[in-house]
C-alpha cells in the first residue's frame, strides 16, 4: 500500500508540508512517496494521492493545475486529497483562493476534501516583483505554518487509507 504526496512549490515552503505530511502518514504504517508534479508520470503504483500547491495571487502554481488536468482520470479512480499553502498570519488576504478554483480541482479529481493551511513568507528569498506584491498587500515575514495541524490532517487521511483495505 504506497501513496503519493504532490506538493507545488515556488520557494520551498509548501514542499516541506508534502514532507512532514510524508512523514505523518508514514507514522501510520504507509509507505509514502512524494515528488514534485513536474517529475511525475506514473500514477499507477498508488491508492491514494495528496496534492497541493502554494498559492500566489488566489491561485494554484501552474505545476500543480497541469498535474491535476493531465491525472484527472487517475486521481478519480483512487481516494484523493487536496490542499493549499499560503496566508500568512494578519495579512491573510480576503480570499487566500479563489473559491472557483477550489470548486474546480475538487470536481476535476473527486478529492474528499480540500485542507488550507498557512505559509511562510522569507523576504530574501522573493523575486523583486513578489516583494513588490508581498510589501503591497503588507505581508510580513514569518513561518506561519501549523506542524500540529498538518500532522492532524495527515493522520486522519492515514487512517481513512487504512480503513480502505
Ligand atoms: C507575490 C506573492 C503572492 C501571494 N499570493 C497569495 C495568495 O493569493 N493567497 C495566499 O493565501 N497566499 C499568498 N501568498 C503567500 C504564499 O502562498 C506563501 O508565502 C507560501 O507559503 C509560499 O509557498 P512556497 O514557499 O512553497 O512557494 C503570496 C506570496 C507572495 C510572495
Known amino acids: 500500500m504506497r501513496v503519493l504526496i504532490v506538493p507545488a512549490s515556488r520557494h520551498g ?4 508540508i508534502g514532507r512532514v505530511i510524508a512523514r505523518s502518514i508514514r507514522d501510520e504504517g ?3 512517496d512524494v515528488s514534485q508534479p513536474e517529475h511525475i508520470f506514473d500514477l499507477k503504483p498508488y491508492v491514494a494521492y495528496v496534492v497541493g500547491s502554494a498559492l500566489y495571487l488566489g491561485t494554484w502554481l501552474d505545476s500543480a493545475l497541469e498535474f491535476v488536468d493531465e491525472h484527472a482520470p487517475a486521481l478519480r479512480r483512487q ?3 487536496l490542499f493549499s ?3 500568512l498570519g494578519a495579512a491573510r488576504p480576503e480570499e487566500p483562493i479563489h473559491p472557483e478554483l477550489i ?5 476535476t479529481t473527486g478529492a474528499r476534501d480540500h485542507r488550507l493551511f498557512d505559509g511562510r513568507l ?3 528569498r522573493l523575486s523583486r516583483t513578489e516583494r513588490f506584491v508581498a510589501r503591497w498587500v503588507g505581508a510580513e ?3 506561519y505554518r501549523d506542524w500540529d495541524e ?7 487521511i492515514a487512517r481513512a487509507i487504512v480503513a480502505l483495505e
Open 30 to 32: 504507509i509507505d509514502v
Open 141 to 143: 515575514d514569518g513561518d
Open 13 to 16: 515552503s509548501t514542499a516541506e
Open 122 to 124: 522569507d523576504i530574501e
Open 103 to 107: 470548486e474546480h480541482l475538487l470536481a
Open 79 to 81: 481516494p484523493t486529497w
Open 150 to 156: 498538518i500532522d492532524q490532517w495527515s493522520r486522519d
Open 85 to 87: 499553502s499560503g496566508p
